[in-house]
């Protein structure tokens, strides 16, 4: 079972385009964490957030938790070549265990 | 360089075989995770081990299996194969359980081809 829906599943953009990405969930989140995999990688974590409406920057990239922590989003600026892969967001389970969404594959062409 | 490893990189083996994925976590990590991620698809949980024990299960079939021995390196079995068991299979590693901002380190992954 799938808790975690992301959106878009594809996304191919111009370098220099400014994208949004989302994570949604029906239920809430205690803490949320968006990794990029590249490809022929394993995932790599690029933020944890776990206060509602937290806003995190590192570098181009935006994360924002949402206030009643049931969805996030990942907005990136200027895109670059090196943004392309895989982004998964996460959060860990009931019991331990760490739930992924389903993905958005982005690709920013030169 | 994540600090875990994972063997072999890539198995291409037949329908009805077995195989076995090996993972060596971090040092010092104590859980171990195993995820299969099939093309174009996000990773789907199949089990965590923390210091030698199960804490946790997800959509595993009943032909896999997996443990972690005292060394704490963790083994996945992978039975009677089919052709749709071909998959990514990543190993990732954590300092304790998965806490409110424990980070999960990855593997490069282990690629099975099965035809």
């Known amino acids: 079972t799938q808790l975690l829906e992301q959106s878009p599943q594809f996304l191919s953009i111009q370098e220099g385009e400014n994208l949004t990405v989302y994570c949604n969930s029906s239920s809430v989140f205690s803490s949320l964490q968006w990794y990029r995999q590249e490809p022929g990688e394993g995932p790599v974590l690029l933020v944890t957030v776990v206060t509602g409406g937290e806003v995190k920057k590192l570098k181009r990239l935006t994360f924002q938790f949402g206030d009643a922590r049931k969805d996030s989003s990942l907005h990136i600026t200027a895109a670059q070549p090196g943004d392309t892969g895989l982004y998964l967001c996460a959060r860990t389970g009931g019991t331990y265990k760490y739930i992924f969404g389903t993905g958005t594959r982005l690709k920013v062409l030169a | ?115």
């Open chain 2, 1 to 115: 360089d994540s600090g875990v490893t994972q063997t072999p990189k890539h198995l291409i083996t037949a329908t009805g075989q077995r195989v076995t994925l090996r993972c060596s976590p971090r040092s010092g990590d104590l859980s171990v995770y195993w995820y299969q991620q099939s093309l174009d698809q996000g990773l789907q949980f199949l089990i965590q081990y923390y210091n030698g024990e199960e804490r946790a299960k997800g959509n595993i079939l009943e032909r896999f299996s997996a443990q972690q021995f005292p060394d704490l390196h963790s083994e996945l079995n992978l039975s009677s194969l089919e052709l749709g068991d071909s998959a990514l299979y990543f190993c990732a590693s954590s300092v304790g359980l998965a806490g409110v901002d424990g980070e999960l380190f990855f593997g490069e992954g282990s690629r099975l081809t099965v035809l």
